[in-house]
């Protein structure tokens, strides 16, 4: 199959318009023949699937949460990007769609990146008039504040609390249609399954999570709104739900998977302080705005306290070798440049691996009722978690898995490589190359789900002759007996490792070989072991209990099994991208000042893998033309 | 630190269920309370028994997922945290701890600590919203609202949505909930055209 991306020709400028005056329109009365199933209610899925019911489409609307306010979504923090200029500071969509695509290292396509700046200042409008609470100055008007990638102030926010915000104003929207009739919504429903017809995705398997009585639904169209993968390294700063087994199935029933090994590791994370422990929890990076990154200049000091360590024995290591970002460089430099000083054993904290994050200038600066204002539900969640008082005492931080920029390969209209099916939020391989800048992803999902969506998926229902099928048919059958019968061999193990343990060796294996730093032979190691260890899974799992009921350890299982398989994806990707880009970071391609050593004239494509039914996966490549920017070294010197 | 816990189990809605005993061993205080759940249930897998079922995702105090009655307290002993921000530093070695779903007519338990709240969703859907469809709204800063209105609005959108004022409430009223949500719509302009119009 090739690759489209159904880009339109023209100036880059006016491709999303070009786009949206040729595309196929349903008319208002033919709106409710079409069913749309809707996968997800984070901040992209809440936002799809509210949008297509206010046009008249009829959505199901499926989340294996209780609520669809408890999507991950709810954890973002800091901010969300729009290039609104209300600073005068020189902001406009070229800047930030230049500063996207170098922030992703030149590995994104430009004509998505253009379309999420150009729509970014709609939702900043959208969520407003909703009731988002947004932070305001005193005139009334919105307040703005920095994230890293980025020389101006772009970012709105509501206290550390965006994300919950954000998704309130969604979930809102999305509670109005349910409560008009408009959405049906299916909670504690985890899809199992992606059901095709016709290489056409018209369909889904669930499990109802409180009964365990599993289930087709036909549909018109599937979307896909269902979030990263980033547990799949076990520890990460994701709620501990998420798991990839959507966009896992449906990249088994047909979808591509692209780039599946660019990762984000946030730099600002509370450091792991034991085994038991079961997820690291981020620090929100606006926190850079005001706190200063440092380690001690000498190894003898790291054990010191660090109010007793004078000025000129700390080293403040980013602004040093960023002058020009200085604390704010963007996140993937910024994770290795902590990693670099800890592994050069300058690291704080138990273990020696954190960095410290100093307020005490800032809080001389502006008093600590400021750094209060601004941050202080953060520095109260520090304080739960590691005892200590911030306010007092810098933080420890330390990098921890946090975002995956990889995922379902969509062309401008999201379901170009498999029909019906519209992949949008953070489970796309979406819109930020091999390095997300902050404050982007809550951009994106609400993009794709307010005003890409709308406008792509009415020129699939308009023109396409697969009508919705119904669930009787053979597709949706052998598609239910195979998720049945997994299930069933699952409880049926009854081996000696709880799912658990499992996932935790998944995990090391991918932070060890596949994490901030990769290398060839280490990821030839991971591909022998991570086979391993799904072999002995499907031998030695123990899945107590049965399926006719709640059953957190079948949940579980399921998405392990899954994440045993992608994980094998993932370090092949890493393997065959022999350059460093973003958060790909392969030790042998680096420059001379260890930074990230692209080899453009190879690599300036977007990996896009299909899956092999037994022959392995088999790499596509989509070319990466740039028309407006020239691919050059990154610097934030 | 080894604490001792009862928990109550119970399979289903439809069948009672009581309290089982539990010994927690080996604990660090960092721990947090549901890290410590994670351990007894390993244990309880390897040794042939189910795992306690209770619900929980972000782990840091946002989502509202967690919902533990410990020691007859919504979310535990500490003030203005999620049970899965209370760590096992708040207890003492050798204590003996309750542990037991949000209880309210409202919230059936489902299984073990898991309650149905849908109950929240369905308030939300009655009118916890302004009506806004998607394309229609006006330059944001078109909208100016008072720095002290905003704030307001925040302190009570902030609610997570987690139930903890229902258990706490001996009529199992959900006054708290509602009331946070007119707080944060009320406090602001957007809604005002549609509120006068329905009042
Ligand atoms: C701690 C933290 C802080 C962050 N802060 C920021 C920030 O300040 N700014 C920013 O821009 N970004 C931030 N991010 C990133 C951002 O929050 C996420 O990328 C984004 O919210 C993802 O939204 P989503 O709608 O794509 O998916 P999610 O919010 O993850 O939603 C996924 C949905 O899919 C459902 N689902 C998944 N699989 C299935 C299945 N098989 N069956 C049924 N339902 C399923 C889930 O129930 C859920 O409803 C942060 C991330 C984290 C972890
Ligand atoms: S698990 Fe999210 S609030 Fe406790």
Request: charged share 25%; hydrophobic share 35%; proline share 4%.
């Amino acid at each position: 199959m090739a690759l489209n991306s159904n880009i339109p020709t023209g100036p880059l400028a006016n491709k999303w318009d070009n786009y949206k005056a040729g595309s196929k329109l349903v008319a208002p009365n033919n709106k409710r023949k079409f069913e749309v199933i809707v996968v997800g209610t984070g901040l992209a899925g809440a936002s799809a699937a509210a949008s297509l019911a206010e046009l008249g489409y009829k959505v199901k609307s499926f989340s294996y949460h209780d609520s669809p306010r408890r999507a991950h979504s709810v954890a973002a923090q800091g901010g969300i990007n729009a290039a609104k200029n209300y600073r005068n500071d020189g902001d406009s969509i070229h800047r930030l769609f230049y500063d996207t695509i170098k922030g992703g290292d030149f590995r994104a396509r430009e004509a998505n990146v253009y379309r999420l700046a150009q729509v970014s200042v709609n939702i900043i409008d959208q969520c407003a008039a909703q009731g988002v609470p947004f932070a305001r100055e005193y005139g009334g008007m919105l307040d703005n504040r920095s994230f890293g990638g980025a020389q101006v102030s772009r970012t709105f926010y509501a206290r550390g609390q965006t994300g919950q915000q954000l998704l309130l104003g969604a979930y809102q929207a999305l509670s109005r249609q349910i409560g008009l009739g408009a959405v049906e919504s299916y909670l504690r429903h985890e899809m199992l399954d992606l059901v095709t017809v016709n290489g056409h995705a018209k369909g889904i398997v669930t499990r109802n999570l409180a009964t365990g009585e599993i289930k087709t639904f036909a549909a018109d169209a599937v979307v896909l709104a269902t979030g990263g993968y980033g547990n799949l390294w076990y520890l990460s700063t994701y709620g501990r739900l998420s798991n990839a087994t959507a966009i896992w199935r449906a990249h088994k029933r047909g979808a591509y998977l692209a780039n599946p090994c660019y990762t984000q590791i946030h730099p600002t994370c509370i450091p792991v302080s034991g085994d038991y422990q079961s997820k690291l929890t981020l620090m929100s990076e606006s926190l850079r705005n005001d706190g200063r990154v440092w380690v001690p200049k000498k190894k003898e000091d790291t054990g010191k306290t660090p109010s007793s360590i004078k000025e000129e024995d700390r080293d403040y290591f980013l602004e040093r070798k960023y002058p020009s970002y200085g604390n704010l460089a963007p996140r993937d430099i910024s994770s290795r440049s902590a990693k670099e000083v800890c592994d050069e054993g300058r690291g704080v904290g138990p273990g020696g691996l954190g960095v410290y994050l100093d307020f005490a200038d800032s809080i001389q600066r502006l008093g600590q009722h400021k750094i209060e204002e601004r941050y202080g539900n953060l520095f109260d969640i520090y304080k739960e978690i590691t005892g200590e008082n911030a306010y007092e005492q810098p933080m420890r931080i330390y990098p921890a898995i946090h975002y995956t920029m990889g995922g379902t390969l969509g062309g401008l209209r999201l379901d170009d490589n498999l029909p019906g099916l519209f992949v949008i939020g953070e489970a796309n391989f979406s819109d930020h190359g091999a390095n997300r800048l902050g404050a982007s992803a809550l951009m994106q999902g609400l993009a794709d789900g307010y005003f890409v969506l709308p406008y792509t998926i009415n020129n699939y229902l308009a023109a396409t002759k697969e009508k919705r099928p119904s669930t009787t048919q053979s597709e949706f059958t052998s598609t239910e007996k195979e998720s049945r019968d997994k299930l069933g061999t699952m409880l049926g193990i009854n081996g000696k490792r709880t799912v658990n343990s499992f996932h935790k060796e998944l995990g090391k294996i991918m932070w060890d070989y596949c994490g901030m730093a990769r290398d060839k032979a280490g990821l030839q190691k991971a591909l022998e072991l991570i086979p391993a260890l799904r072999e002995e899974f499907w031998s030695n799992v123990n899945v107590p209990g049965d399926g006719e009921e709640i059953n957190q350890s079948l949940e579980k299982a399921g998405r392990v099994a899954d994440f045993l398989e992608l994980g094998e994806l993932v370090c092949r990707d890493a393997l065959e991208r022999e350059e460093s880009c973003g958060g790909h970071f392969r030790t042998e391609h680096q420059t001379e000042e260890g930074e990230a050593l692209r080899h453009d004239d190879r690599f300036a494509f977007v990996s896009a893998w299909e899956y092999g039914n037994g022959s392995g996966p088999k790499l596509h490549q989509e070319p990466l033309v740039y028309e407006e920017v020239q691919m050059s070294q990154r610097s934030y010197k | 630190m080894n604490v001792k816990l009862r928990v109550w189990r119970q399979a289903s809605t439809k069948v009672e269920g009581c309290f089982e005993e539990y010994e927690a061993r080996d604990l660090n205080p960092n721990m947090s309370f549901l890290e410590m759940l994670d351990v007894v249930n390993e244990d309880l897998t390897l040794s042939g028994k189910e795992p306690i079922a209770f619900e929980h995702d972000c782990r840091e105090g946002i989502c509202g997922s967690c919902s533990l009655m410990i020691d007859g307290e919504p979310h535990g002993p500490e003030n203005k945290v999620a049970s899965c921000q209370t760590y096992m530093r708040s207890f003492q070695d050798g204590d003996v701890i309750t542990v037991e779903p949000f209880r309210s007519r409202a919230f059936p338990v489902l299984r073990d600590l898991i309650i149905d709240r849908s109950s929240f969703d369905r308030i939300i859907q009655r009118g916890g919203f302004i009506s806004v469809s998607t394309g229609s709204a006006p330059d944001a800063n078109a909208i100016l609202v008072s720095k002290d209105s905003a704030d307001t609005a925040m302190d009570a959108a902030a609610c997570i949505g987690c139930g903890a004022c229902v258990a706490a409430c001996k009529n199992s009223s959900a006054m708290l909930f509602v009331s946070a949500k007119a707080a944060h719509l009320n406090s602001l302009p957007q809604g005002r055209t549609e509120k006068m119009s329905v009042s």
